[in-house]
């Protein structure tokens, strides 16, 4: 749980990072956002993910960071 309470806060510290220093610019690309249609949303989201996945399987099941 203490694992899994970490990765949260990480997670959290990573996504709050662009609000804190840059608000503005955060304000533009939210407007962008909304004026992509869902099908493009959707298909980023799903690449996200498979990168997400690989970088877990890579750190998982590798030796390569040791």
Same mark, same amino acid.
């Given at each position: &749980?203490?694992? =899994? /309470?970490? %990765?949260? !806060? @990480? %997670? &959290?510290? %990573?996504? +709050?990072?662009?609000? =804190?220093?840059? $608000?503005?610019?955060?304000?533009? =690309?939210?407007?962008?956002? %909304?004026?992509?249609? $869902?099908?493009?949303?959707?298909? &980023? !989201? =799903?690449? /996200? &993910? @498979?990168? +997400? /996945? !690989?970088? /877990?399987?890579?750190?998982?099941?590798?030796?390569?960071?040791?």
């Amino acid at each position: &749980m203490k694992y =899994f /309470l970490s %990765v949260i !806060g @990480m %997670v &959290m510290i %990573v996504e +709050g990072l662009p609000y =804190f220093a840059f $608000p503005d610019k955060i304000k533009d =690309f939210l407007n962008k956002i %909304v004026e992509t249609p $869902p099908h493009h949303l959707r298909i &980023m !989201g =799903f690449f /996200l &993910m @498979m990168i +997400g /996945l !690989g970088i /877990l399987y890579i750190a998982l099941r590798t030796n390569l960071f040791g």
